[in-house]
Every structure is written in C-alpha cells, then in structure tokens.
C-alpha cells in the first residue's frame, strides 16, 4: 500500500515556537551557559525507537498520540518515567522554576476564589503533574499566612505518572517517609497535610471541594492529527520508513537524497478509521474547516476538563447549591483557534526533532483551550473564565507589587536585579514571551462570582460580590 509520507519540518517549527519553552533555552544560552552543560545527561533511549519501530512494522503506523505516550510515559524508557528534566541541568524551566512569586500568586488566587465561595470548611488540594513540586512548595508556604484558608485543607492529591518526579516531589514537600498504599502513594508534608500520590486524576477521591491546579500538563496529553482531504477527514499517523526523497519537509541537515535508512516519519493514512471518523465530526469548528486543513485534537485532555468540570459541579448541597471548588489552568496555546501541527520536542532546552531518538526529549502540544472550554460547560455546571495571557492575569493578582516587596528584601544590587529578571520573564509580553504565550484559564461553580484575575474582584466577608 502507497503511504503518502512526510518528514518533520523542524526549521519552520523552530521559528515558529520560538516563544515557549525554548525562550528559556534562548536566555540561558545568551547568558553564555555552555551548551554541553544543558545537555542531558540520560543516553538516547535505543530501545524505545527499537521498540516502537516493531510495533509498526508489525501492525502497520500508530497515531500521534500512542507515539507521544510511549514516548512520555513509557514505563521502561518514556522520557518521564526515569528522569527529572527541570532546571538548567534538564531540559527546560517552567514558571514556578524562575520564581517563589509564581507558586505565591496561585496560592493568593485560591484564597480569593475560597473566599468568593463562601469559604467552604474542608478542601482538598489537587495538582496535575507537579514537576518537581515547586509550585505547591511555594503555594503551601503561602497559605501558611493565611490561617482561616490553611486549616480547611484536609488533604493534598497529586497525579503523577513518574516514579522519579514523585520522589522528587516527595523530597520537596515531606521530611516523612513515604509509604505504598493499596491505591498509590502517601506521606505527610512539612506542614502536617496529608498527602498522596495516585497515576490517574480518575482514582483521586471526589468527596472534598477540590482546589485544583493544572501547570503545564495538559500540553503533555498525547494529540492526535487529522488533515482534510479531498476524500475526508484522515489521521496523519507516525509511520517507520524510508521518507521520500523527494519532500521539501527535509529535516535541517538531512540530504535532500537522505540516507535511505527507516525513519519515523508522518503520514497521512489514505482511508478513514474510527478515529478519525469520530474526532473531526465531534466539533462544528473542524466541520467547516476547508480540504487540506489540519487539526490537532487530544480526547484524553478533554476527558481531564470532564473530569474537573464535574468534581465542581458534584459538590453541590444545600449550602453550595452551584457547587463548589474551582480548577486553574495554566498552559500555553491559542485562545481561539484549532492547534495545527504544533507537536514539539525540546532536549536540553534546544528544539529536536520528534521523531529522533524517541523517549530522551520532552514532547508536548499546543493546548486548544476553546476545546476544554465547550468540553467544561458542556459536561459540567461551571463557569469557565478566560483564557487571559499569564502576564495580565499574574498583574490582576498583584504580582507587581510582590516582586517590589521581594526586590527591597534583597540586600544585594545582584539581588535585587534578579528579583527584577524573574519578574520580568513571568510577565513579559513583547516578543511572544511567556507573558503573553502562557494563558490562564478558570472553572469555577456556575452562577458564583467572576474570579480575580478574569476580570472580578475580591469578595470580602458578608460580600457575595455583586458587581
Ligand atoms: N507542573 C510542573 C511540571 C510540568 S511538566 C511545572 O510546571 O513545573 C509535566 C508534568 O506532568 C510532569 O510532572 C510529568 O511527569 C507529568 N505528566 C506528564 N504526563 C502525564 C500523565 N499522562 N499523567 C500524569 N502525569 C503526567
């Protein structure tokens, strides 16, 4: 059978996507930090590739989206799975990485939206892939001033698929041993909370209100790609092959007569499947999308925003009669539009190919947030507010004033200044920077006030915020 094949066009991602992750990347090399010393240190996974390149050879090619979870959470070998990717010594940085203030100003916004829901008197705090845990480190030291919010959390829930990071996480948080559960994982932070670790949102409990933060983790949920064809609708797939020769997509580098050895490469399956029948026809925005369109979509992050949306909307009682918790997105990805060809790989803090050594670089997506918008307000009673760029909502919760409180308890010029840098990075907007690239979006209970930082206000006691 004839596959019509495509190699990876990496230049035109790399100008492209300049402005995400590998903004970092960018600084940091400016900063003259030898591109040796990013590198990291795991040795390419050769097994992964050997192992996936089976499997297609075998039962023909597999979806963007299995070779995006192979590739991430593997096991044996997904990149994941085995390492600790953050830092300068990893792969990239995130928010809660360049600053205190970050993880300072999500907590602020939980207390407020609390507050706004008339203070329910048992929480539990949840978190999507915590990374290394640096946000909920500098959340829980937040709250710790905030004694009426402190003490109505019962418990924290984290979902990790990583044994690794979850040690990590372990460290960051709890001087307390860990210990196996039936279910998963537990411990006790520092501050004497409760805290467990569970592989799947699915198996955390729903009996609590829920607090629930999502940093960077719905961009790591596997997407599939479809392109419209003049026969319908066709999942472009990852296939192992010798590319053809004559693409213009070449990979930088590679020789337009390649080497004729198999490669992964993309696509475009020339029949319909299940899929590819049922995802394209599940929106009216790729309905009316013309021939030759692409789109990303990514079920299983729609079945996350289902799963928030109704932990919500559940909480519902007499008291609460909307419901009540709240989750908080931050992620980066257009506001409006459908994601296309977005899937990006970043290896010490440079962008590679998808598709080279799989399992040894970080692979992400765009997140389509109009997506979890509709699956949210459709699937469960909530609000949804946003997405607003991170640098206008982290100005809405008063990162300003915070950093120039931060900056006069430095004692130090070089203090100082750095206080000034991290600020300046988490909120820059020029340049596609990640003030601007990152977005923030909210579900909250229907019918409860706009949250700060969309636009709302602070609700004081005996103020249900009638605006
Ligand atoms: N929120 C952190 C880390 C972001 S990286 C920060 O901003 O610093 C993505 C995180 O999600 C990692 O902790 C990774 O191990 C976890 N992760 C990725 N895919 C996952 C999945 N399918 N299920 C659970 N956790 C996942």
Request: proline share 7%.
């Amino acid at each position: 059978m004839m596959l019509r094949t495509r190699t990876f066009n990496c230049l035109r991602r790399e100008s492209s996507l300049l402005p995400l992750r590998s903004l970092v990347a960018r600084r940091l090399a400016s900063q003259g930090t030898p591109a040796t010393s990013l590198r990291s240190s795991r040795q390419p996974s050769k097994e992964l590739g050997d192992v996936l390149a089976d499997v297609i050879k075998t039962t023909g090619p597999i979806s963007v989206a299995a070779y995006m979870r192979q590739c991430l959470t593997n096991p044996d070998s997904g990149y994941y799975i085995n390492k600790d990717p953050f830092g300068v010594e990893g792969d990239f940085i995130t928010s809660p990485e360049i600053s205190q203030m970050f993880g300072e100003v999500v907590a602020i916004w939980c207390i407020t939206e609390w507050m706004a829901q008339r203070r329910p008197q048992q929480i539990r705090l949840i978190e999507l892939g915590p990374g290394r845990a640096a946000l909920l480190r500098d959340m829980l030291k937040a709250f710790q001033s905030f004694v009426p919010f402190k003490s109505t959390i019962v418990d924290i829930c984290l979902v990790e698929a990583s044994p690794t990071l979850r040690t990590a996480q372990h460290s960051n948080l709890c001087d307390s041993a860990m210990r196996e559960t039936g279910d998963g994982f537990s411990s006790i932070t520092r501050y004497g909370l409760p805290i467990k670790w569970y592989t799947n949102l699915k198996e955390v409990p729903r009996d609590v209100t829920s607090f629930i933060i999502a940093h960077e983790f719905f961009d790591a949920l596997p997407i599939h790609q479809f392109e419209h064809t003049q026969h319908g609708w066709r999942e472009i797939m990852v296939d192992y092959s010798i590319p053809e020769g004559k693409t213009p997509l070449s990979l930088p580098g590679q020789t337009r007569s390649l080497d004729h050895k198999p490669k992964f490469n993309l696509t475009v399956l020339p029949y319909y499947t299940p899929s590819s029948k049922v995802g394209p026809e599940s929106s009216s925005r790729y309905k009316k999308l013309p021939v030759n369109a692409k789109i990303e979509i990514s079920p299983e992050s729609w079945d996350v925003a289902k799963d928030l949306a109704l932990r919500i909307s559940e909480q519902r009682s007499p008291e609460f009669p909307t419901g009540s918790g709240a989750a908080l997105v931050i992620d980066y990805g257009p506001a409006e539009t459908i994601p296309v060809d977005t899937l990006r790989a970043i290896k010490g803090h440079h962008f590679v190919s998808p598709f080279e050594e799989p399992g040894t670089a970080d692979l992400s997506a765009d997140v389509d947030f109009t997506a979890l918008k509709s699956v949210a307000e459709r699937e469960g009673h909530v609000a949804v507010h946003g997405p607003v760029e991170q640098g206008d909502w982290l100005h809405a919760l008063g990162i300003g004033a915070r950093a120039t409180v931060l900056a006069n308890q430095q004692t130090t010029p070089e203090g100082k200044d750095r206080v000034a840098k991290e600020y300046h990075r988490l909120v820059e907007r020029s340049g596609g920077a990640m003030g601007k690239i990152y977005k923030v979006m909210a579900f909250t209970p229907g019918e409860t006030p706009t949250p700060v930082g969309f636009g709302g206000r602070v609700v004081e006691d005996d103020d249900q915020g009638i605006e």
